[in-house]
């Protein structure tokens, strides 16, 4: 009798002490997950102003099937943006200059001498709203407890390896098996989304090449052409990876981010799909964005075609 | 001669107030031992310390000469009991309950499961679920699957509840032929006296959680017409004991 | 043990003679091919939905998380309370077995069962990938598959663990598998409000055989998470065991 309640007793006292200690050791131990959150918050926070160099690429089997670079200079302070953007596509290159202003959005081609300005009151509310609020964290908590549950285990996926100058690496590897289902249920769905979508911007290739000056028709065409990724049959992501650097400051110096998607095309032909975005950060609150004085100049005011929709 | 059971001092209190009051019984080998009382007054309970269903507050309990807590397998195995009610997994069919025991006891023949089915009279609904079955023959398949493993001891707990004239006969018979063949010790309990009369060598009469009297039945019908007036007239001495230990504590 | 292969063989059988269990059994075949009708019905629609060699994890992901918690909560609403409501706990008990023994059958046969029931969904989903699986997803990892497999098996163990804890306290099957349902949707719930939580909650390692599908998950996060289940395991198992020896039958 006593020696089955030592027994059991025993086991109850150390199982019980292990599941504490190793669940402390989760709780407490300071993932790549957690590291790069609190990059993430750390840059958010207390970003002022920022350049930003940024590369997307889309290859197909390893081809080229368009980029785009751009080099932007922000101050959130002013909500200013200045910068250029590089697209290289099927169809040719373009470079296009852009500042955000006070009177809109500036857009130009290099090809042209017209600059495009379009207004967004709405956005302009919105603004003055989240200034309202930006003391307060930029993630609140319980948004962040929601994120972390989402994530649930893949958060042990994260890896962060610490350099000797003091930053860090933080990397995530995932490959299809470990992609959850409900994610990857949505690859087909996306890919079709796509494809409805360019249908629905696109009447007839005649029109865009009329009016082929207009930098917003430009960069869909440049950068998503979407007949080119018309992945139809068997669509699946293959991997995904994302690689961080974190300088000593705790900030965000680089961001990688790659996505690979699997799948067919309408004629059978097997296609790999590489998404890559690279973007770089520097200039950490000394960047000062450029602005330009649009008086002599030729301008066009554009609508928005999609205000409508996001009164709805 | 050899004791196949020993109760020493066993008590058992339920929060209800009811329960075991500091019982000593012995069963020798080869009695059939008829445990009387009326509703509630404990024998379930102490059938059910006996088999390790409940363990007692206090006391000590030993079958075939070893502690029961210490080796209850090894006491077990020599052990048929159906307490409180028969009551079965009703999905399975006679045939099936009766394999799934006698899995327990490596020994068991096969043909085994047809001969007690045979004994107690359900050879005929063998493969019918326990679901269709009527009081009467779970009852009766209580029976087969206690005496399956040929134990020494067999603990009956109102084994004639729901069986009808020609199954009481048959249940007396049973329990005869088998204290008789092969010298099983039998503890069976009953609220009816009429029907243990004429079966048991020997008597205990249980009140309100007390064995109030024991007795070999030879003996106690040379004093009495009946076991039942006996019977009788110790449930009403045993209630004036326990008014008057009532009345006792109050002055 | 005394009478715990007799136990345990009994335990089980009584699992076939209830149907529900081979109905179980049944659900757990046919959910992968009728994933895959589906993904044939949608073809209009979506395209063909890949079935790749990566189809038997993602099948497990809802098993994990649904149908075997399920499974586990009827059966054991069956091993325990509905065995105390209808009285027939004692028809084992009256055995030579032991509390132990008798208790270990039940949790090792529930513990066979859902082992058949992953051994079912790994093998129809594997099958489904070679004749319907879309060539070219890439190569079929045997070795990672089983390791997945494994770690969803243990997980699914300390889970049953903390729920037969849990029947310990409900003498009506019904009772318990409305409160095991509820109490599990909870659990899987409170980490959208309270941080923290999963690292201590069992029901948060459902998933956890994703970690043993990874290059990159360090050892010791392995072992940590790993000794946390084996733990919790052993912890409730006793606990369990307690309640169940204290049982008055």
Redesign the interface.
């Known amino acids: 009798m006593k020696k089955k309640w030592l027994l059991s007793g025993s086991a109850i006292g150390i199982s019980g002490a292990i599941m504490l200690a190793t669940g402390l050791t989760a709780f407490a131990g300071t993932s790549g997950y957690e590291d790069y959150k609190a990059a993430l918050k750390n840059t958010a926070q207390n970003l002022e102003s920022v350049t930003v160099q940024a590369d997307a690429v889309l290859k197909d089997n390893g081809t080229l099937l368009s980029q785009a670079q751009s080099n932007l200079k922000a101050s959130l302070k002013n909500e200013a943006v200045s910068g250029t953007l590089k697209i290289n596509g099927k169809v040719g290159s373009q470079n296009i200059s852009l500042y955000r202003q006070p009177e809109g959005l500036v857009w130009k081609s290099d090809a042209s001498d017209i600059y495009y300005v379009k207004q967004d009151k709405a956005e302009k509310n919105d603004q003055e709203a989240g200034k309202v609020t930006k003391d307060a964290a930029w993630l609140s908590s319980q948004e962040e407890t929601v994120i972390d549950a989402l994530i649930g285990n893949l958060k042990n996926e994260f890896t962060s390896t610490s350099e000797s100058d003091g930053s860090k690496k933080i990397s995530l590897q995932l490959e299809s098996a470990q992609i959850p289902a409900v994610v990857q249920a949505l690859a087909p769905v996306a890919f079709k989304h796509l494809a409805y979508q360019s249908e629905w911007n696109r009447p007839g290739d005649s029109g865009t090449a009329a009016e082929g000056s207009d930098p917003e028709e430009l960069f869909q065409q440049g950068l998503l052409n979407a007949k080119d990724i018309a992945l139809t049959d068997g669509v699946q992501i293959q991997s995904i990876s994302l690689n961080a650097v974190v300088n000593p400051a705790n900030e965000i110096q680089s961001q990688q981010f790659d996505i690979t998607f699997t799948g067919q095309d309408a004629q059978g032909v097997a296609h790999t799909l590489t998404a890559s975005l690279d973007v770089q950060l520097s200039a950490f609150n000394g960047t000062t964005p450029d602005s330009i004085d649009l008086s002599g100049k030729q301008v066009q005011q554009l609508k928005d075609d999609h205000e409508g929709r996001h009164h709805e | 001669m050899e004791s196949i059971a020993k109760l020493t001092g066993v008590s058992k209190e339920f929060r209800n107030g009811r329960g075991i009051r500091g019982v000593n019984l012995v069963l020798q080998k080869g009695d059939i031992y008829g445990l009387l009382g009326p509703n509630g007054a404990g024998k379930t309970t102490l059938l059910k310390m006996l088999t390790g269903l409940i363990s007692p507050s206090f006391g000590s309990i030993s079958l075939f000469g070893q502690n029961l807590e210490q080796s209850f397998s090894a006491s077990m195995r020599k052990v048929g009991c159906m307490i409180e009610s028969a009551d079965f997994y009703d999905y399975v069919t006679a045939v099936q309950y009766l394999k799934l025991n006698a899995n327990f006891y490596p020994d068991i023949r096969p043909q085994r499961i047809a001969e007690v089915l045979e004994a107690v009279g359900l050879a005929s609904f063998a493969k019918e679920k326990i679901r269709h079955y009527s009081t009467g023959m779970k009852q009766k398949l209580a029976m087969a699957s206690s005496i399956l493993h040929n134990p020494e001891l067999v603990i009956w707990d109102e084994p004639t509840n729901g069986l009808d004239v020609e199954g009481v006969v048959h249940f007396r018979s049973l329990v005869k032929q088998l204290s008789a063949d092969q010298g099983i010790t039998f503890l069976i309990s009953s609220h009816m006296i009429h029907e243990l009369e004429q079966l048991c060598n020997r008597v205990g009469i249980l009140h309100q959680g007390v064995l109030i009297r024991e007795g070999n039945v030879q003996e106690l019908l040379t004093d009495n017409i009946s076991l039942e007036q006996y019977y009788i007239a110790e449930l009403q001495k045993g209630k004036e004991l326990m008014e008057n230990g009532r009345l006792e504590s109050r002055t | 043990m ?2 715990l292969r ?2 345990l ?2 335990e089980l ?2 699992m076939i ?3 529900k269990t081979m109905f179980f059994f049944l659900v757990s075949v046919l959910i992968p091919v009728l994933f895959i009708l589906l993904f044939h019905a949608l073809h209009p ?10 189809y038997p ?2 099948m497990l ?2 098993y994990t998380v649904f149908l075997i918690p399920l499974f586990m909560f009827v059966e054991i609403a069956d091993l325990f309370p509905q065995e105390i409501s ?3 706990l ?2 084992a ?6 509390r132990l ?1 008798a208790y270990l059958a039940k949790f090792l046969a529930l513990g066979v069962a859902i082992g058949i029931l992953l051994l079912l969904l790994g093998t129809v989903s594997t099958l489904c990938n070679i004749l319907f699986g ?1 060539p ?3 190569n079929l ?1 045997i070795f ?1 598959l089983l390791k ?1 497999y494994a770690a969803a098996f243990l997980s699914m163990l300390s889970l049953a663990a903390l729920f037969i804890f849990i029947a310990q306290f409900f003498r009506s099957a019904g009772g318990f598998l409305v409160f095991s349902i509820l109490l599990y949707t909870g659990a899987k719930a409170v ?6 939580f ?3 909650s069992i029901t ?2 459902t ?2 055989y ?2 043993w ?6 050892t010791g ?1 392995l072992v ?2 790993s ?2 289940l ?6 409730f198992l ?2 369990g ?2 309640l169940f020896d204290r049982k ?2």
Do not use: C
């Open positions: 005394d009478g007799a136990g063989k009994n059988l009584l003679y209830r149907k629609i979506l395209g063909r939905i890949a079935v790749s060699p990566s994890v993602q992901e809802i209808s009285r027939t004692k028809l008990l009256l055995r030579p077995i032991t023994g879309i070219g997803t890439g990892d990672g997945a980490p959208y409000f309270i941080n923290g999963s690292f201590f948060s390692y998933d956890w994703s970690l599908l990874s290059h990159t998950v360090s996060r940590t998470t000794l946390f084996l733990s919790s395991l052993l912890m006793t606990i065991y307690i008055e039958v």
